[in-house]
């Protein structure tokens, strides 16, 4: 049994707690002593933690970006719980973990889960200057794909040793059992026909998910005679952008944007077709999740996408940013029976090689590695072959 103390900037909906929260919950499942630290007083996830009795969850409640009382916090939870692995996701919890374990005196592996593709801005890239030597010390970093580990690789982010472990999705819990009749009720609800061509996008409405693409392909799309719809299922800052360049192009009715939903899956279920306009993604958990629900995915070649899509089998990838080639490849899939055989091969794909189930065993076979001293883990020198 391992004792794994994961760290999180916060337990909001992005990518990197779902990840966390979900490696979480099935390493209790393994019969493993668990336990979660978050730094900031942001818990939307908090309901999805199956941790049992002897696990235990705690808020740090940092008030500023490095808040030493916070990191003294950790540092008292690690001497506590002696824990065999500290899992951090990304640099912001690397940086709180790198300096409670010193603080602590911990013997403790640590483990950086990193999720992003790209920085943003000098800002960011500041961020990452600073962070490389938390890398550099940390005994493993994990990367969700090969294209994101080649990508840091020679920008000078790497721990002692770096391994690839792609997303899972559950394939139980995303297998369509929606039925004709409540596929049919949702879709009237959402005020489309059944005879419209429905495109879902699971994204946070934020600039780098590029919704406003979508929105200029389904009028594209409708100028050439095909009834093409966007669901968009998820909220945030670009909402307004969004509805504005609807609006604009005449096809506001057209376009449906839910609000955060919980589980997106009925949506999903719903619609025909998924896609992703990203400009920056590392590995779409989203576009999993539809293959699984038996959608083809159309996604930006930006990050992992070539790694997870089939191009003409499970979906088709697209140039970033451009719109034309994107109405294309999404003109394809206005033929139905090519779109539901397509489907079936994207289910397929998940199942074979992206269940939670082989992400969870990975991690833990690399957890197990871990617990051996620290001294004994080489540090890894290699640049992955492009």
């Not at 890239?125 to 080649?150: D, S, T």
Request: with cysteine; aromatic share 6%.
């Amino acid at each position: 049994m391992l004792r794994i103390l994961f760290v999180t900037s916060s337990l909001e909906h992005g990518g990197a707690e779902r990840h966390t929260v979900t490696l979480l919950n099935r390493l209790c499942e393994h019969g493993h002593d668990v336990h979660l630290a978050y730094i900031k007083a942001r818990g939307a996830q908090l309901e999805r933690l199956r941790l049992p009795p002897t696990g235990s969850v705690r808020c740090l409640h940092a008030h500023r970006h490095l808040d030493t009382a916070a990191v003294a916090a950790l540092a008292r939870a690690i001497e506590t719980l002696a824990p065999t692995v500290i899992v951090a996701a990304n640099e912001y919890a690397l940086l709180y973990a790198t300096l409670a374990r010193w603080r602590a005196r911990s013997k403790s592996s640590l483990v950086v889960t990193w999720h992003a593709l790209r920085a943003f801005g000098a800002k960011e890239w500041l961020k990452l200057a600073i962070c490389r030597p938390l890398f550099w010390a940390a005994h493993c970093a994990v990367f969700v794909c090969e294209a994101q580990r080649r990508r840091w690789r020679p920008r000078a982010l790497f721990a002692r040793c770096n391994e690839v472990i792609f997303n899972g999705v559950d394939i139980d819990a995303f297998a369509d059992r929606t039925t004709l009749t409540e596929r049919a009720g949702l879709r009237r609800k959402l005020k489309f026909a059944d005879t419209d061509y429905v495109i879902a996008m699971t994204a946070g409405l934020r600039p780098e998910k590029n919704h406003v693409q979508l929105v200029d392909a389904v009028a594209l799309l409708r100028a050439r005679g095909i009834p093409a719809c966007a669901l968009m299922i998820g909220d945030g800052e670009m909402r307004g952008a969004i509805e504005a360049r609807a609006r604009a192009l005449g096809i506001l009715r057209h376009v449906s944007i839910t609000g955060f939903e919980p589980d997106v899956r009925p949506f999903v279920a719903a619609a025909d077709v998924a896609v992703l306009c990203s400009f920056t993604e590392a590995l779409s958990l989203a576009a999993l999740e539809a293959m699984a629900l038996g959608k083809p995915v159309v996604h930006s070649a930006v990050g992992g996408a070539a790694e997870i899509i089939g191009p003409g089998s499970t979906g088709f990838l697209f140039p970033v940013g451009d719109t034309q080639a994107l109405v294309d490849k999404l003109a394809v899939l206005a033929d139905g029976p090519l779109r539901r055989a397509m489907g079936q091969r994207a289910r397929a794909a998940v199942v074979k090689s992206f269940s939670e189930g082989a992400m969870v065993d990975a991690y833990e076979r690399l957890l197990f590695k871990l617990a051996t001293p620290p001294s004994s883990v080489p540090l890894d020198l290699r640049v992955p072959a492009e």
